[in-house]
């Protein structure tokens, strides 16, 4: 069957049309903003958080009643058997949720939200889900319906001849083969800004410095870069500083009925998830080490200045866009316990930042604990501030053990264990778990360049597999470069065409069989 009949075949199954809704509204100084997650596509069987985030910017308290509806508002289509009372005070946000489960609503639904105060019209916000029958044995759809993207990888193509519309159609095709969620990973990395920032902020930036591995800082002969957009034309990487990548994304993503996640980036600091984890973990193991507490609760402290500085950027220049899904902290941690030093300061600054409906994601890798016992990891997922965890499979490449790298099968057979414990973790902690399969495999040379993308069988397909059991949301990782694209000016190397090429036909036969089960 021709590739492009199987994409145009594939692209009524799980099809979200584009939202003509409205997501979120302002009426009597009380903004009300809604997020449904998973944000486009469920099954029958799953759980659906329905997300409504207020903020009052009054002088005084604002008392309101919140109700959901399943398409209708009528009383029988209540999602809530009694609405909600909220009371968000002067100046400040609040967030009502509930979780749903949609068994007899198979179909394309819209999940309305009402908002009722007295003196004031009603506000009425919608999202449109699609809910599917599940597949036997499943925990979600097992099909990808988002996509993890560095857009870093363009700096590897003919970057001066990409334009905004190239981007758009790479946007469109996602959408074509059933995607409705891309996770732009970083707002800055290596040095540079992938969006034009208007921060004031000065910080160092580590990324030409090499890693001391007794003390886990950084040996800088030079110094670190001192980052400061205002005097250095607003750090733009060279390969986005032609148009606005993420206004582009953004944008078409508004037009397709998509949805778009932001990574903060990395701070500047790399490494310092790597130094946070095995200092706590030596020192447990009363092993001696040269890591400076100090320093590195200094270094903890630039990385919470600095996202927040960036999200409070990012959310002032782009959320008007209904596609605007939430964020993604950049830096990866794999210890339950000891992550949240990291992650819970930077998720709620997050939240106090932009509205906190908006779901905040992280993506673990070799989950575990580093100082508790196993038994804790369910109170440490449902204690922290993060939404949404999306754990890599490390079949491209891991940290924690570099003979995955080049023995994928190694730890492919390992998954189904591991999302087992995982599933079981998660359990009644009202987190989501999603998971992102790894297509690309590591380059003997390290260049990713030249590193290919697995092979569908004995590789993606058995990853997605024992994904599907136990995640909500399948993320592919990393689209942008390692799939056929079908964009001309985004055309991969010859040397990693191919294999991209034959994963890509391979998936959107599987698409096609999904469909037909």
């Not at 100046?91 to 394309?108: D, E, I, M, N, R």
């Not at 790399?270 to 020192?283: G, H, P, R």
């Not at 390290?446 to 949301?473: C, N, Y």
Request: proline share 8%.
């Amino acid at each position: 069957m021709p590739f492009k009949l199987i994409i145009a075949l594939a692209l009524s199954f799980y099809a979200v049309s584009p939202a003509s809704a409205t997501r979120m509204q302002e009426v009597g100084q009380l903004t009300a903003s809604l997020t449904v997650v998973p944000p486009t596509v469920t099954t029958t069987q799953q759980l659906v958080e329905i997300r409504l985030g207020l903020m009052n910017t009054a002088l005084w308290a604002q008392e309101a009643t919140v109700q959901f509806y399943a398409s209708l508002v009528h009383p029988a289509m209540r999602i809530m058997g009694e609405a909600q009372k909220n009371s968000t005070q002067a100046g400040t946000k609040s967030l009502v949720k509930t979780h749903w489960a949609p068994v007899a609503f198979q179909g394309k639904r819209t999940i309305i939200a009402v908002i009722q105060r007295q003196g004031w019209p009603d506000i009425r916000l919608e999202w449109p889900l699609t809910i599917v029958a599940p597949t036997p044995g499943m925990a979600g759809p097992p099909i990808f319906t988002a996509a993890w993207l560095e857009p870093g990888a363009l700096r590897f193509l003919p970057y001066p001849q990409i334009a905004a519309d190239d981007i758009r159609l790479l946007v469109r095709n996602y959408k074509e083969r059933g995607i409705s969620l891309l996770i732009l990973a970083y707002a800055e990395f290596g040095g540079c800004f992938y969006y034009p920032t208007r921060l004031e902020v000065r910080w160092p930036d580590y990324a030409s410095c090499q890693l001391d591995t007794r003390s886990y800082d950084y040996l800088c002969p030079n110094g670190p870069k001192m980052m400061y957009p205002p005097q250095h034309q607003g750090e733009r990487c060279p390969w986005a500083a032609r148009f606005d990548v993420f206004e582009t994304v953004l944008d078409e993503a508004d037009k397709q009925g998509m949805y778009v996640m932001l990574g903060l980036g990395r701070s500047g600091d790399i490494f310092l998830s790597l130094a946070i984890e095995d200092y706590y973990l030596m020192a447990m193991d009363g092993i001696p080490n040269g890591i400076n507490p100090v320093r590195l609760n200094a270094r903890l402290g630039q990385i919470k200045d600095v996202s927040t500085a960036i999200v409070q950027d990012l959310w002032q220049q782009y959320k008007t866009h209904p596609s605007l899904y939430g964020w993604a902290i950049s830096h990866e941690l794999s210890c339950y316990d000891v992550s949240r030093n990291l992650y819970d300061p930077v998720a709620r600054v997050v939240k106090e930042s932009t509205m906190p409906d908006r779901p905040i994601m992280v993506a673990p890798y070799s989950p575990r604990n580093c100082l508790l016992g196993p038994a804790s990891i369910p109170q440490q997922i449902r204690d922290s501030a993060i939404d949404i965890y999306m754990y890599q499979d490390s079949v491209g490449s891991s940290t924690a053990m570099a003979q995955y790298d080049y023995d994928p099968l190694q730890r492919i057979a390992e998954l189904p264990r591991l999302y087992q414990d995982i599933a079981r973790w998660h359990a009644g902690t009202g987190k989501h778990l999603w998971v992102t399969v790894e297509i690309w495999r590591a380059a003997f040379d390290g260049d990713q360049r030249t590193s290919l993308t697995g092979l569908w069988m004995p590789e993606v397909l058995p990853q997605i597999t024992s994904a599907a059991k136990a995640a909500s949301v399948l993320v592919l990782n990393e689209g942008l470069f390692y799939v056929d694209n079908s964009v001309p000016a985004l055309r991969l190397p010859l040397i990693k065409q191919p294999s991209a090429t034959s994963l890509t036909q391979a998936y959107m036969q599987y698409l096609l069989s999904i469909k037909a089960q």
